[in-house]
């Protein structure tokens, strides 16, 4: 499982003039169907959206807004390579508490349709040129995950560089369960030698940055991209940064929403 969903799935929307659209921005929202929901663990549903065929292309990296009639919007992380896909997966975690998520999980299940803004957000994919670290915190896997993709997909279009640079990813949560599609992941480090596997517990004190340090003594040549916390990323960035690690090889969305002074040299 994990793998690109097969390419037959097929658009089933496309631009439309809702009560909700911007009307001086036609085209910034568009109307999106339901081509699958599912649920991953106990409190993640995976669900499957169709893209119309005038939606913006989308990157690993990057998240989209889902918004209701109302204006309620709430960005989400693509979890697929949505790039060789004509849909998009979102993993939407059923939050106590969280309005949000309740209203966008009712809306999808209820009319099985929601209004889309095209992606956005900064984090792309870089071709390797040293060893890949992947940090994922809870439902932050589903932008790791659509990253890895492009990653084994890059690596098969070039069997050398797989051979030449390692893949290590880092997942913590507060329980196991909260690693929902660890069987997705531990199937990934079968198939492919090169992809290491380290699951971190919060609740036992484990954290990114001393779990990369224990692996990786060195860590000049490696490219980082993390979904989590602005404390998190920033907590792991300067251990890492003391281990080598070049502030401009770290890619997180928090870099962007929560930025603070950072000395990024170039490397």
């Known amino acids: 499982m994990n793998q690109p969903l097969p390419s037959e799935i097929i658009a089933l929307s496309s631009p439309i003039t809702t009560p909700w659209?911007?009307?001086?921005?036609?085209?910034?929202?568009?109307?999106?169907?339901?081509?699958r929901m599912q649920p991953l663990g106990e409190s993640v549903v995976q669900v499957l959206l169709s893209l119309?065929?005038?939606?913006?292309?989308?990157?690993?990296?990057?998240?989209?807004e889902l918004q209701l009639e109302s204006g309620l919007s709430r960005p989400f992380s693509i979890a697929n390579h949505a790039t060789l896909t004509d849909h998009i997966e979102?993993?939407?975690?059923?939050?106590?508490?969280?309005?949000?998520?309740?209203a966008i999980l009712q809306q999808l299940e209820s009319f099985g349709e929601i209004?889309?803004?095209p992606a956005a957000g900064e984090v792309r994919f870089k071709p390797a040129n040293g060893p890949q670290i992947f940090l994922a915190a809870g439902t932050g896997f589903s932008q790791i995950k659509a990253l890895l993709e492009q990653s084994l997909s890059h690596s098969s279009a070039d069997p050398q560089a797989t051979s030449r640079?390692?893949?290590?990813?880092?997942?913590?949560?507060?329980?196991?369960?909260?690693?929902?599609?660890?069987?997705?992941?531990?199937?990934?480090?079968?198939?492919?030698?090169?992809?290491?596997?380290?699951?971190?517990n919060w609740q036992a004190g484990d954290t990114w940055e001393q779990a990369v340090v224990e692996t990786l003594s060195h860590l000049q040549d490696c490219q980082v991209y993390a979904c989590g916390s602005p404390r998190r990323v920033y907590q792991a960035l300067d251990r890492m940064e003391k281990n080598g690690l070049c502030a401009?090889?770290?890619?997180?969305?928090?870099?962007?929403?929560?930025?603070?002074?950072?000395q990024a040299a170039i490397c």
Request: proline share 7%; net charge positive; aromatic share 12%.
């Open 21 to 35: 659209m911007d009307k001086t921005h036609p085209n910034s929202l568009f109307n999106s169907k339901v081509l």
């Open 52 to 64: 119309p065929s005038a939606f913006p292309k989308c990157q690993a990296g990057q998240y989209v």
């Open 90 to 102: 979102l993993h939407i975690e059923r939050r106590q508490g969280s309005q949000a998520s309740q």
């Open 115 to 117: 209004g889309i803004k």
């Open 165 to 200: 640079y390692p893949l290590y990813l880092f997942w913590g949560a507060k329980t196991a369960s909260e690693r929902y599609m660890e069987d997705a992941v531990l199937e990934w480090s079968r198939q492919y030698r090169h992809i290491h596997y380290r699951p971190l």
């Open 248 to 262: 401009s090889r770290i890619q997180a969305d928090v870099l962007a929403y929560a930025p603070r002074p950072l």
